[in-house]
């Protein structure tokens, strides 16, 4: 293993080893509590660009799963076609592996997809870094190539127009109701939870405008990056919600880009949710649920106007973890309730989309 450098953007230095594919990189140091499910957070689009953290100290004891596709397309065991994290930084990597389902170990994945992976770096202590200074800009350094420094284009950069669909694809064609599904970055289990429960769903590119196109209900999904850089994507969701009121369901990014289509700021968390233990309540009622979330930013429900309320709101932060509008069926979570990886509390939220289409 060669010997690594992770520089943060204010000078703090982690040595480690190298046990992915060896190239230097840049991006945004995030962190992720999840006890399990590296397969899906690497191939989950919305860590476009991030260099991700994971918390627990050991990682690859279960190895990765084959990477087959579905008849329908989606990846069996994944959640798109390829890793998208820019990088894996862990504690300690397990490279003899142990699972009924693994063909491979990480290291070995993560050299085929030439995505680099560090290990040996103190965890605890990067992620109290990055909680108390929020998310900060990283580079991962050959420590025996000094000079060859990487360079992160991040700030600005649209990540969901690198990770959506270039065409519209269709999966379950000719069953039941037809459910447009904007592709911000959308995870594989999204799709596959709304196939299993009977409808066509047409996959759009992130800034098509399917608004003439015959569908019953509108589906926003995940997706990597800054929302702000997603006006196309806004303007076509009010153009919608001005001319239909057909049933809008969004996720992750999806409630974002619903909340500023509603007129709603955008902020940037400090550090974000990330994890499968994020604790969120039911506006108005006192459930509570156990949620999955990767996300980097958040509705400001100060700012939506009347015609709207919180859905749910997480009960670590207070911030926001859904939308819904008081006449129409449109509604929102910013959690994950396909989960893959984590719990599967809130699978309901696919049955009352269901439920809304006429």
Not at 207 to 228: C, I, Q, V
Request: one cysteine or more; proline letters at 5%.
């Amino acid at each position: 293993m060669k010997n690594v450098t992770l520089v943060l953007s204010d000078g703090t230095k982690f040595h480690g080893q190298s046990f992915g594919y060896d190239a230097p990189v840049a991006g945004e140091v995030v962190f992720n509590t999840a006890m399990m499910g590296y397969p899906e957070s690497l191939t989950d689009p919305s860590y476009a660009g991030q260099l991700m953290t994971l918390t627990f100290p050991l990682v690859g004891n279960y190895g990765v799963p084959p990477f087959t596709t579905e008849a329908n397309g989606l990846p069996t065991f994944m959640e798109s076609d390829k890793i998208h994290a820019s990088a894996i930084i862990v504690a300690d990597y397990c490279e003899a592996y142990s699972h009924w389902n693994a063909v491979e170990s990480l290291g070995d994945w993560l050299k085929r997809e030439r995505v680099p992976g560090i290990t040996g770096i103190d965890t605890r202590q990067l992620t109290k870094v990055l909680r108390d200074h929020g998310v900060m800009m990283g580079q991962i350094i050959f420590d025996d190539e000094p000079d060859n420094i990487p360079r992160a284009d991040y700030e600005g950069v649209n990540f969901v127009d690198q990770v959506s669909c270039k065409e519209v694809v269709k999966y379950n064609e000719g069953a039941g109701k037809k459910v447009v599904l904007v592709d911000c970055g959308v995870k594989a289990n999204i799709i596959r939870s709304l196939v299993k429960r009977g409808v066509e769903v047409i996959r759009v590119p992130w800034n098509h405008d399917y608004t003439a196109m015959s569908y019953d209900g509108l589906f926003l999904a995940n997706g990597p990056g800054d929302p702000d850089t997603c006006q196309a994507a806004v303007d076509i969701i009010r153009k919608h919600m001005s001319i239909s009121s057909k049933p809008i369901c969004g996720i992750c990014m999806g409630n974002q880009l619903l909340g500023k289509a509603a007129g709603a700021n955008i902020y940037k968390l400090k550090y974000g949710h990330r994890s499968h233990n994020q604790p969120v309540r039911m506006v108005g009622t006192e459930r509570c649920y156990i949620t999955s979330q990767n996300h980097g930013y958040a509705v400001d429900t100060s700012t939506l106007d009347d015609d709207w309320q919180e859905l749910f709101v997480n009960m670590n932060d207070g911030s926001n973890e859904g939308i819904r509008h008081k006449t129409n069926p449109w509604f929102t979570s910013q959690f994950h309730p396909e989960a893959c990886a984590g719990p599967v509390d809130t699978m309901f939220m696919f049955d009352k989309f269901i439920e809304t289409l006429k």
